[in-house]
């Protein structure tokens, strides 16, 4: 018997939950349900008809606001009977109302869910509502949309309080408004629809959009109310969330200024719990850990706990084993005590998370039981509360304590049901996870087909989640080192065992999966909406190639043409080849390979590496691709190998663009194919030579711009010309199918830090893709050719290369060439001119964009260029190695 086991006698259906997204689970932890506590009847609210109903009303709040909510409970009912006898009907529904919020706090569900029905249908019996009773209407409705929420129905909730902001905004009681509708964004925040959250914050708040500095400096000017407060913390959590940082960050310190300006000490420790969430996911540890240290020693009693269980989960994920140590028995015995709700059942599955995580290093020092038990009351808790999303998440979390027991038999019963109640509610966004963890649990128990079968319909999940993921919360968002890249990577490693073609085609189309998925997460939402086309499907006399880094292989699937003639899809050979090697092997080499390819200096130690790529990736099955006669290699590249120029991979006597032209896509779908005909042949050329703030000079960028304009009609945006607003003004009003930027630029794996330069500023892959989708759509069409030809991926960011993806795909053009890392600009000038050469003649001989830019290297690197006597050494890949074609090659 495993000696971790766990016998729960008496607690059959306890469950643990656990947020999907693991690493930053306790980021984003809600505040207490009680925000409509403002709703309570204040004394101004009402004219006292009966002295004792007075009274019996203001013992209750004052009971309310002490916690002791069964008191409350009970008085608002008495103050209820008293205001019925009274005959005023609007008092009792407001009563009834309070009466209902009690029961939300005391976990009795179905008692709120009546009283705030009677409360509402007393005060919808009159044929005319009063000015009094439609507010009273408004904040019936505001409860009910905190019940509504807390029971999981946040699409009902929304609703009910579009109706509460409507009759206030009616009443010109803004602030009320403005609380309506941050209880809207909340309800948008649990459907994962962050960016229409920002939107409307920043509509109720008169903010526009915060990207600029004079939008920031709205922000001060946000008056100071307790409602604009709790506002601008509400949208500082959906702006990190959507991995707007710096925006967030600017956001809630202005929250937290006007909280404390009005004193107001739960909103201030809200303001800093945010504040802190942020800094953690901005990877500021110390910053974070300090803002939770302050909240745990000043915040009231109901934030302190999440603070602590979020500064624990903190130290466990930073390693800091002794402080968290000391924390753990403050936080298990704050835990066990704490009273039920839903805040209440998130903190001890959060708390319990986080010491399963802990027990990966520290196995003899965690008790699964006393895990086990703290859960146990969350089941309870979840069951009582009636939301099927927690029990969907209970039941899967109690499958994840019998896996780590290796209770096989029970883990799959729990875990097959949190799958079964997770599709009959259609939440697939917590449904994958449980999917994920129903294969892991069959292919541990040699049921290899069901493993396969439940990783399927985890991704098939993920798919279907791709345009619901506009910036995803916390229990939506995508984690990939800890979620959905290990179920693509772990999907694929059980396909390729079997070696046959139907799962070599599904591995292929899993890992493609997973790269648009990465993409989408880059953008924070569904990126590649164009119809798809095959890459295999467009040229016969390509292959196409993917290299898979599992944990201890480098997987590469090839798909080979059958017959050069055959126009049928399916008439493709797909082969598996294997290379014994551990995934940090094939990222410490790339990352060597990646360093010295972007420096001169380092070209003697340079040639080794790429040998030993080119054994990696290449030749396994470089017999098989000699033999097909291909002439093209198309690569879906995978993780950190999309750093490393495939041209520059060497056999021992030549490079491989020496061999074939090489092409890049980030997956299989591109756009329907066409080449640039030479009637369409023409371009918008951008640049800049002189140096701008921190980028230098590129003085040989002059030349390159001339050189195209000769080659091209074209139009020219130079130097200082090269504005933002210029060339948003010149995109919208040209007509030519190729946008030349001979600029500095850097490609990031965030957006944010995805740019390009121009005279007064940069401007980033959001805003170039916007710009950039005008032009197809003034001139009804797609770009069919985007050159960025002086970025560099940024240093230190081994999936940098993401930023290069994303503009691909985003601009909307059908190929793009850009640059790896910083080149030489004078070989840069040389090579894109013999570029164009190659495309003008290709739209008269028809060879393709990738053969147009493969010839012009192979220029470069022989230092053989036409009409350019006395060239200089250009052998070395650091010349022209950098070039990379993504997406349609035609």
């Not at 000017?221 to 990190?240: C, H, I, W, Y």
């Not at 520290?362 to 979840?382: D, F, M, R, W």
């Not at 944990?551 to 899809?569: F, G, Y």
């Amino acid at each position: 018997m495993n000696k971790y086991r766990i016998d729960l006698n008496g607690t059959k259906g306890l469950t643990r939950f656990i947020i999907p997204m693991l690493t930053t689970a306790l980021l984003c932890i809600a505040s207490p349900g009680f925000a409509q506590i403002s709703t309570i009847v204040t004394a101004h609210t009402f004219i006292a008809q009966s002295q004792s109903a007075s009274s019996l009303e203001h013992e209750a709040r004052t009971s309310y606001y002490e916690g002791k909510f069964s008191l409350a409970a009970k008085l608002f009912q008495q103050a209820a009977e008293a205001r019925k006898v009274a005959k005023d009907s609007t008092r009792q529904a407001l009563n009834l109302s309070n009466l209902s919020l009690c029961y939300q706090q005391l976990g009795r569900w179905d008692d709120a869910e009546r009283e705030i029905t009677d409360a509402i249908a007393l005060i919808s019996a009159n044929k005319k509502l009063s000015t009094e009773q439609l507010l009273a209407l408004a904040e019936s409705y505001d409860i009910q949309g905190g019940l509504q929420l807390a029971r999981g129905k946040a699409e009902v909730a929304l609703k009910t309080w579009e109706s509460a902001a409507t009759i206030y905004t009616q009443q010109h009681k803004f602030n009320s408004a403005l609380t309506s509708q941050i209880n809207s964004a909340q309800a948008l925040q649990n459907l994962g629809l962050y960016q229409r959250a920002i939107t409307l914050l920043e509509t109720a708040l008169k903010l526009d959009s915060i990207t600029t500095p004079a939008e920031q400096l709205k922000i001060l000017e946000v008056p100071a109310f307790p409602e604009t407060a709790t506002a601008l913390r509400t949208l500082g959590d959906s702006l990190r969330v959507v991995g707007s940082l710096t925006r967030a960050h600017f956001v809630l310190q202005r929250s937290l200024a006007i909280a404390t300006q009005l004193q107001l000490p739960e909103i201030v420790a809200l303001a800093q719990l945010s504040l802190a969430n942020t800094a953690r996911a901005q990877g500021d540890s110390q910053a974070a850990l300090k803002l939770y240290q302050q909240i745990a020693e000043k915040a009231p009693a109901n934030l302190r706990i999440q603070a602590q269980v979020n500064q624990l989960s903190l130290l466990v994920d930073t390693k800091q084993n002794d402080a968290a140590k000391i924390l753990v028995p403050q936080v298990q015995q704050q835990v066990v005590a704490l009273p039920p709700s839903r805040a209440a059942i998130e903190v001890r599955v959060n708390f319990a998370q986080t010491m399963m995580r802990w027990r990966k290093d520290n196995k003899n020092t965690i008790n699964l039981s006393e895990i086990a038990q703290i859960l146990a009351v969350a089941v309870q808790q979840a069951k009582d509360l009636g939301d099927p999303r927690i029990q969907v998440d209970v039941l899967g979390s109690l499958g994840s304590v019998y896996k780590e027991t290796q209770q096989w038999a029970e883990a799959e019963k729990w875990t097959q049901q949190a799958v079964q109640l997770a599709q009959q509610i259609n939440a697939g966004d917590i449904a994958y996870r449980w999917e994920w963890q129903l294969g892991q649990v069959a292919k541990a128990q040699g049921k290899f087909d069901s493993a396969i079968a439940s990783y399927k319909q985890a991704i098939s999940t993920i798919k279907s989640l791709r345009t619901d993921l506009a910036a995803a919360s916390p229990d939506v968002q995508f984690s990939f080192r800890d979620a959905v890249e290990p179920i693509h990577r772990e999907l694929v490693e059980l396909l390729v065992q079997s070696n046959q073609k139907d799962n070599l085609k599904t591995a292929r189309d899993v890992i493609e999966g997973l790269q648009l998925v990465e993409l989408d997460n880059f953008f924070r939402e569904a990126c590649l909406n164009a119809k798809p086309e095959q890459v295999d499907r467009v040229d016969q006399l390509a292959a196409v190639i993917y290299p898979i880094i599992l944990e201890d292989q480098l997987a590469i699937i090839v798909s080979l043409p059958k017959s050069q003639q055959s126009k049928i899809s399916d008439n493709r050979d797909f082969r598996y080849y294997k290379t014994a090697i551990s995934r940090e092997e094939v990222e410490l080499l790339t990352s060597r390979l990646r360093d010295n390819l972007s420096q001169l200096t380092a070209s003697d130690l340079t040639l080794p590496l790429l040998k030993k790529m080119y054994n990696l990736v290449i030749r396994p099955e470089a017999a098989d691709l000699a033999a097909s006669r291909v002439k093209t290699l198309v690569f879906v590249l995978d993780g950190v190998l999309q750093n490393i120029p495939m041209t520059a991979l060497h056999d021992g006597q030549k490079f491989l663009v020496e061999q074939y032209s090489v092409a890049l896509t980030p997956g299989l779908q591109l756009l329907a194919p066409r080449s640039l005909k030479q009637e369409r042949l023409g371009a918008l050329v951008a640049g800049l030579s002189e140096a701008r703030g921190n980028f230098s000079a590129l003085p040989n960028v002059e030349k390159e711009v001339k050189n195209i304009h000769t080659k091209l009609p074209s139009q020219v945006l130079f130097n200082q010309k090269f504005t933002n607003s210029a060339f948003q003004n010149k995109v919208s009003g040209v007509s030519y199918p190729i946008v030349h930027l001979a600029t500095h630029g850097q490609f990031s794996s965030q957006a944010d830090q995805t740019f390009i330069v121009t005279w007064d500023g940069k401007i980033k892959v959001n805003q170039l893709s916007s710009l950039l989708k005008t032009l197809e759509i003034t001139r009804d069409n797609s770009i069919e050719l985007l050159v960025l030809s002086a970025c560099e991926t940024a240093a230190s960011d081994n999936r940098s290369a993401l930023g290069l993806a994303g503009v691909a795909v985003r601009s909307g053009a059908r190929s793009t060439v850009a640059t790896l890392w910083r080149v030489n600009d004078e070989a840069s000038a040389l090579l894109m001119s013999q570029f164009y050469d190659e495309l003008v003649k290709g739209s008269k001989t028809g060879i393709s964009k990738a053969e147009a830019l493969r010839r012009a290297q192979v220029a470069i690197l022989k230092s053989n260029m036409p009409n350019t006597p006395n060239t200089p050494n250009y052998k070395s890949p650091y010349y022209w190695a950098a070039y990379v074609l993504l997406g349609n090659w035609t």
